[in-house]
Antibody, heavy 117, light 110 residues
Framework: EMQLVESGGGLVQPGGSLRLSCTAS????????MSWVRQAPGKGLEWVAN????????NFVDSVEGRFSISRDNAKNSLYLQMNSLRAEDTAIYYC??????????WGQGNLVTVSS | QSALTQPASVSGSPGQSITISCTGT?????????VSWYQQYPGKAPRLMIF???NRPSGVSNRFSGSKSGNTASLTISGLRAEDEADYYC??????????FGTGTRVSVL
């Protein structure tokens, strides 16, 4: 069974940094694009970033470009999101998601990031 | 990267059919057959319901179907049941290699 488990969330002050991790199991992690999707409290889903199988191609939503970076370690079946210069509007549940062909077919349970002083 | 437009809420009685629209542009919904739909219960992760405009993953009821015309995609739920009460989001690939979700629709079963 495919599974994604996120970790690393928590409370951080504005301007601070946080690193999220996502560990995959039940599928060949190195064969798939991976993404981060977030959901602010009471709001809709927002795609944040993705990374190609070998890490050579990455894309970001405009609002996090230059502040967030995405990486992966295929040997550890792990995906990461490094978040710098955090703002209050980055407060959200962050999901990692596996991308297959045209859709996100596996989601993690979500990890809450709260940016507040 | 503006969100795709969905109605905020749609409701129906048990057994009825409802349709949720998802309107984008030629740079996303209209340009690709990469539209997917997700169901989300409060406090839970999204679940894939439709992919590639009109395909159902295994395990998803055939009461769920998808379609697309021009820049608008649609999700239809037939034979509405109480368990269908949830939030639904569409999603599309875009011309810039990114993805965009819809604004979300709350489905209520009367």
């Amino acid at each position: 069974e495919m599974q994604l488990v996120e970790s690393g969330g928590g409370l951080v002050q504005p301007g601070g940094s946080l690193r999220l991790s996502c560990t995959a199991s039940g599928f060949t992690f190195s064969s798939f694009w991976m993404s981060w999707v977030r959901q602010a409290p009471g709001k809709g889903l927002e795609w944040v970033a993705n990374i190609k199988q070998d890490g050579t191609e990455k894309n970001f939503v405009d609002s996090v470009e230059g502040r967030f970076s995405i990486s992966r370690d295929n040997a550890k079946n792990s995906l990461y999101l490094q978040m710098n210069s955090l703002r209050a509007e980055d407060t959200a549940i962050y999901y990692c998601a596996k991308y297959h062909l045209s859709h996100f077919d596996c989601w993690g349970q979500g990890n809450l990031v709260t940016v507040s002083s | 990267q503006s969100a795709l437009t969905q109605p905020a809420s749609v409701s129906g009685s048990p057994g009825q059919s409802i349709t949720i629209s998802c309107t984008g542009t030629s740079n996303d919904v209209g340009g690709y057959d990469y539209v997917s739909w997700y169901q989300q219960y409060p406090g839970k992760a999204p679940r894939l319901m439709i992919f590639g405009v009109n395909n159902r993953p295994s395990g998803v009821s055939n009461r769920f179907s998808g379609s697309k015309s021009g820049n608008t995609a649609s999700l239809t739920i037939s034979g509405l049941r109480a368990e269908d009460e949830a939030d639904y989001y569409c999603c599309s690939h875009t011309s810039t290699g990114t993805y965009v979700f819809g604004t979300g629709t709350r489905v209520s079963v009367l």
